[in-house]
């Protein structure tokens, strides 16, 4: 009864907020829906009974780590929000960028838009029917779309309309995909279902579903954002309200990853793991790498944590083709990504409120003029890029101990050196902007644009220390379902 | 349905080598319709209520709602033919018979291992992917790019019709609207890709480039 309601209360509620005229009622409303959500996840992933054959919708260790990241993050988003819209203008304004007029779409389009992008990307991550789960990860991108459009300007109708065309491309190819797997099911009793999947898993035609994997890879890797289908992420990441982008960025993706994870568990207990696994690492290199190439000569921050998202991806897909160690290396980073990623994303937005502007070259002495978001852009720089204490130190080294067990020296050497080429380039734009001195004095920042972050940057640090006891049971419980060490 | 397969990729062909934009849409709404009927006559003759519902909506949304948006979307913008192709008309129909072999090959090679899908839905089916893919690269302008989305959709459909897939009513239903959803929006964009730009040529959506940034500056280096 849980997993209806974690759909059906965004929906619910995003469909009043077209409705709702009043914005603190809207408002509220918003930040119901978003709390409501987090404890139902958090209920859901904690008691999950086992699923009867055939069910369309069911939670698993992999889908409860999911949920509840996405739940804590859209409340976040949602906080920050408050004070995000508070600061948009109402009125027509020029753009800093390019001077074309900002025309923000009225708040109730972008409450209902947010909270049905939540709506589906619960949706996408709790079915287990991987045609309805197609169907969920598709209406993300019609979700989102709008979304991205919120200011109305050149630039963002720009970064929309390629999201919407690449990414419904990508994703139809992926539905190509998902008939491909009903071929490499052999008799009368077709399922779609995960349970029926995994059950018949030794009598799949290989051949059918080597095809099916390729399609489904490439489909929801455009999603996903790996290279070379990665094009249309930089745009609509750094375009978008930094509170969406933060979801997209931390959520959404994660989306798209799962479906790829579904493929890879039904591959892997069909006996071929090692198929997948290698496009994949195959895949995330090249991510990793493209990503460290236009990091490198970056000169838009929102752009430059874009393609650290790209890196990111990257990694996670190395760290699930590997397999063993990798993939509980893998879903801990996607948990360290998607919190770190989202509270960079909000400090940008307090950077772009602060200095009208995402050209790095133009911001100095970040942390004088915005203190807290100042200490956090370092702190974010430093957790992105996997420094000690921070969690992604441990998942990426976790991941790296993956490729050094299997003796994969090429995958060691090339994951290590763009790791490092990321870090060079990072913090070569990051530290520039928030050391110096600068010509602003330093400003008190609103509580609702601070609050998220911080509690995000906690988090992250928390991670880095001391792994909570639910969460190691659930990740390495994730890790056996696609064929990891049993510990 | 032998007959509708052979209508549907020459309404493929025709698409490709005709310029004039409103009656590509026209064409795609005949798709619409062809495909409406399809699941009708693929599964005659016991048809269930299900069946009748997603012909009848297929028709409704693809054949016609869509195709009236495109319609209005034209209407408000000035263009009238799609210009400047980055692959010529005559060369398109030449590429459009090797993506016919293309789609055939593909439809052998499926059959050589198992299935009981008939053969010239499929070699079509196979043709709308990839001509949908063909022209989303080598047109200029947005509308034709939502269109070629739409004949790419249909041919996707068409495979799981000819594959006779029976996804659940509501899987069915959900791959239609999300369709649908999404054809809108594009309409949708489209409407302030003209207001926003003045056209809706896709080659100059470049502002967010990295790459032509870099080749820019590269030429001033260079002057």
């Not at chain 2, 319609?71 to 459009?96: D, M, T």
């Not at chain 2, 069915?172 to 003209?194: A, K, R, T, Y």
Request: one cysteine or more; glycine letters at 10%; aromatic letters at 8%.
């Amino acid at each position: 009864m849980l997993l209806p309601l974690i759909i059906l209360v965004p929906t619910a509620a995003g469909i009043a907020s077209y409705l709702i005229r009043s914005n603190p009622l809207r408002r509220a409303l918003w930040f119901g829906a978003a709390a409501t959500h987090l404890v139902l996840s958090a209920l859901a992933a904690t008691s999950s009974p086992a699923e009867p054959l055939g069910t369309w919708i069911g939670l698993d260790a992999l889908s409860a780590i999911f949920l509840v990241l996405t739940s804590t993050l859209f409340v976040g988003a949602t906080i920050y929000g408050f004070g995000y819209l508070n600061r948009e203008p109402v009125a027509p304004q020029p753009d800093s960028e390019d001077g074309s007029l900002i025309k923000n779409e009225p708040e109730p389009v972008f409450t209902g838009g947010i909270l049905l992008l939540l709506a589906t990307m619960s949706l996408a991550i709790v079915s287990r029917h991987l045609a309805l789960q197609w169907v969920a990860i598709e209406a993300t991108t019609l979700a989102s779309a709008p979304l991205i459009y919120f200011h109305r300007t050149r630039r963002s109708l720009e970064a929309a309309w390629k999201y919407l065309i690449l990414c419904s491309v990508g994703i139809a190819v992926a539905l190509l995909g998902i008939f491909f797997i009903l071929m490499a099911m052999q008799g009368e009793h077709r399922d779609l279902t995960l349970a029926a999947l995994l059950q018949q898993a030794g009598t799949l035609n290989h051949k059918w579903l080597s095809t099916a994997f390729i399609f489904i890879l490439v489909g929801y890797g455009t999603k996903m954002g790996l290279a070379p289908l990665h094009t249309w992420l930089p745009d609509a990441h750094s375009e978008a309200p930094s509170p969406v982008s933060a979801l997209l960025s931390g959520a959404l993706l994660n989306c798209a990853f799962l479906g790829i994870l579904r493929m890879q568990q039904v591959c892997a207990a069909a006996g071929m793991a090692r198929f997948g696994g290698d496009l994949l690492v195959l895949f995330g290199l090249l991510s990793m790498g493209i990503a460290g190439v236009f990091i490198l000569r970056q000169t838009d921050y929102k752009r430059m944590l874009a393609y650290s998202s790209v890196e990111h991806m990257g990694i996670l897909a190395i760290g699930v083709g590997l397999g063993g160690i990798g993939l509980f290396g893998s879903f801990l980073h996607a948990v360290n990504h998607s919190v770190v990623k989202a509270m960079l994303f909000l400090t940008a937005g307090n950077l772009m409120a602060r200095f009208h502007t995402k050209d790095t070259a133009k911001i100095q002495g970040a942390c004088r003029a915005l203190p807290i978001s100042g200490v956090l852009w370092v702190a974010g720089f430093l957790a992105i890029t996997g420094s000690p204490p921070f969690g992604t130190f441990i998942s990426e080294f976790t991941i790296l101990r993956a490729t050094i067990e299997q003796e994969r020296w090429i995958v060691t050497g090339l994951y290590s050196l763009f790791l490092v080429v990321v870090f060079v380039g990072m913090s070569a734009i990051v530290l520039k902007m928030a050391l110096g001195k600068s010509q602003e004095s330093p400003t008190r920042e609103p509580w609702t644009t601070v609050l998220a972050p911080l509690v995000f940057a906690g988090i992250a640090t928390l991670l880095g220390v001391y792994l909570p006891g639910p969460l190691l049971d659930k990740l390495n419980l994730a890790a056996q379902l696609l064929g990891g060490p049993v510990q | 349905m032998d007959i509708l397969s052979v209508l549907l990729i020459l309404s493929c062909l025709f698409l490709l080598g005709s310029s004039r934009l409103h009656v590509a849409i026209r064409v795609v709404a005949a798709q619409g319709f062809l495909l409406g009927i399809l699941p009708v006559v693929r599964s005659m003759p016991d048809i269930t209520a299900g069946i009748w519902i997603l012909s009848v909506s297929t028709i409704v949304s693809k054949g016609l709602v869509l195709p009236w948006l495109m319609r209005v979307c034209l209407r408000n913008s000035e263009i009238r033919r799609e210009i400047e192709p980055f692959v010529g008309f005559g060369a398109s129909l030449l590429c459009g018979t090797g993506l016919l072999a293309l789609a055939v090959w593909v439809t052998i090679r499926m059959r050589l291992t198992q299935s009981e899908a008939p053969a010239v839905l499929m070699i079509s089916s196979f043709f709308l992917v990839f001509v949908g893919l063909f022209i989303m690269v080598t047109r200029r302008k947005a509308i034709t790019q939502s269109l070629a989305y739409l004949v790419l959709e249909n041919g996707v459909y068409g495979v799981g019709v000819g594959m006779s897939l029976d996804f659940p009513f509501v899987v069915e239903l959900g791959i239609l609207l999300d369709v649908f959803v999404g054809v809108f929006l594009m309409g949708n964009l489209l409407f302030h890709l003209d207001l926003e730009f003045e056209h809706m040529d896709v080659d100059k959506l470049t502002e967010l480039s990295d790459l032509s940034e870099s080749a820019a500056t590269a030429g001033e280096e260079n002057a």
